[in-house]
């Protein structure tokens, strides 16, 4: 980057959220227990949400309101397969990017489950809610 840009004075693409990760819990980010992603409005993140509550849970899980949950480490591959398959989607890679760029300010703490809704009463659109500790 040259001298222009020295490396120390440039700020990570997560440096926004996770200063608004920090608010929350009381200025103390180490405290945070979980991250909302909602009003997915994508073509791409619903359907894989979708097809992975379909896929663990089974297909009559697609009504509002019904909460399917995948865990990181899970005995059932599907199930693991799928938290993962959520966290590449173009709505959730910004929050394992604000975890990897701010661990050593965030304790080390890691996702450990995805709480997914197809859609909630006041909202068709899916809700994801990562949970840390």
Not at 25 to 34: C, E, I, N, R, V
Not at 49 to 64: D, F, Y
Not at 93 to 121: P, S, Y
Request: proline share 5%.
């Amino acid at each position: 980057m040259g001298d222009k840009f020295p490396p120390a004075d440039l700020l990570y693409h997560s440096e926004l959220p996770s200063q608004r990760w920090k608010v929350e819990p009381g200025g103390d980010s180490t405290k945070l227990k979980y991250v909302v992603v909602a009003q997915i409005q994508n073509r791409d993140t619903p359907n894989v949400i979708n097809n992975a509550r379909a896929l663990v849970a089974g297909p009559s899980t697609q009504t509002a309101n019904h909460e399917v949950t995948f865990m990181a480490v899970s005995q059932n591959d599907a199930e693991q397969q799928a938290f993962y398959a959520l966290a590449g989607t173009e709505n959730c890679k910004f929050v394992f990017r604000v975890l990897a760029d701010h661990h050593i300010e965030l304790n080390g703490l890691k996702f450990v489950a995805v709480h997914t809704w197809a859609g909630l009463e006041a909202s068709a659109d899916p809700v994801l809610i990562w949970e840390l500790t």
